[in-house]
């Protein structure tokens, strides 16, 4: 049986060649390079599990591939969710993530709570099936950055399972084991294996 | 200026008609029978959401109205969610929501937990941008139905706002105040209010 071919509706080259390691074995992950899209996809939603199927969308309307695309937010207690859906442009557009970072700290200076969760989604359009994937971490916001590893929030998220160590602290491998993106993409991952059984 | 027009994606002309008495005085609903729509849209997601999400866009596409759509599902925490995206053909497609109550108190039988929630979903395509209103209530399953009024689950639902009735014992105006629908349509509404200002 032919290999079954999918987009991933990204252009972080990091994500892409991440699932490639995992799943290419039995499934073949395009890029958006792969199929001649050289845009940006509107993230128009103002959710994180609307934005990863309007980007799956987009690309399955256009080009006809099965296809796949995810949205990650922080979502923080006492600020009734905020950053969520504007996580990566809570300090504004074109600011970078220790802008984002210093903000989230402002913003949480004398709070009661510090409590906060990572989702991703991943949302999959497949064979006129859709399906989405979720993965949740939760964990404190610190008061202060620690760590030089991951990106964006990491240095001010400890997760609840991390032993007290921020997302930045640790290595790729031990935060990929309770992240956010780890979990969804294990259960995407665990789905694919089961086609073409 | 001119009134807003939106098409609900839905077969549903109770809800339609909800819709109109509430917001027809600032934005024009239009059935998919004004616009000529005589056809099912598909729901091929496995989250109510997603299924929301892209009933909307399956008529914005095609016909390019703003428009909104709905979906609605009941999860039961000790089925793992169930009968969740599926509640409406829970026994089967062709049975009725006699044979789904059936199936639900069955499955529960012996149960630990009788927790449970409904929640609806709405999904606005609106001038380019997305958004998502969600309505939940929380409450448990009654060992036997009672009351003769709502329709699908409510025979069975006790939401712990209600004083102890099931949905079906309440009036419409009483069970809308507490809804997992009533809720999701004050946030749309509220958010429709706060357009052309």
Redesign the interface.
Known sequence: MAKKVLVMATNNSHKLKELREIVDGEVEILSLQDINFHDDI?E????L??NA??KA?WIK?RYGYDCLADDTGLMVDALNGAPGVYSARYAGEGHDSAANTRKLLANLEGADSRRAHFSTYI?LLID?????FEGRVDGEISLQPTGEGGFGYDPVFVPDEGGGKSFAEMSGEDKNLISHRGRAVRKLVEFLHTLDR
Chains 1, 2 share one sequence.
């Open positions: 509107p128009t939603c103002d959710t599990e609307g199927l309007q969308r309307d949302a006129n099936d859709c399906h989405i």
